[in-house]
């Protein structure tokens, strides 16, 4: 009987213990994992050069995303986030999802930055260049 009770307590104080625990959402430990340096939220370091799709791509980004993103996909402080970012690995956001961002949005999930629309005026050749411009970007600071 006694140890009955025993079990339920643990059972109950863990219980408890597990429903009032602080939880931080993943967006706000996500913004907190990155630092904030005149707007840019990433010390992107640059390859010592750029495959032919890439330098295409690097255009294609300029033009289209960089606005928004920042220089060399650094992300601009309550704008937009970096993409070389680990949360941006090929193995966690592949290839297609940038297709499917560009052409439909995102609804923001990651980020406090809020909804991606889409990008007008790219072609889906033009974001497979910019995503290989990313993800060259991503190699140079250690994100395979």
């Known amino acids: 009987m006694k140890s009955n009770i025993a079990i339920s307590a643990v059972l109950v104080v863990g219980g408890l213990g ?31 050069t750029l495959s032919q799709n890439a330098q295409i791509g690097k255009l294609g980004f300029e033009a289209k995303c960089a606005a928004c993103h920042g220089a060399n996909a650094a992300g601009q402080d309550g704008v937009a986030p970096p ?14 999802s940038f297709q499917r961002a560009a052409s439909m949005g995102v609804r923001g999930h990651h980020w406090t930055f809020g909804d991606m ?7 889906k050749g033009d974001v497979t260049m910019i ?10 600071n250690g994100i395979d």
């Open 83 to 96: 993409l070389v970012h680990i949360i941006y690995e090929p193995s966690h956001h592949g290839d297609e």
């Open 117 to 123: 629309p889409p990008v007008e005026g790219v072609t």
């Open 131 to 140: 995503t290989a411009y990313v993800r060259e970007l991503q190699r140079a």
């Open 18 to 48: 597990y429903v009032m625990w602080p939880v931080t959402s993943q967006t706000a430990a996500t913004d907190r994992a990155i630092s904030v340096k005149d707007g840019v939220l990433a010390n992107v370091q640059l390859p010592e």
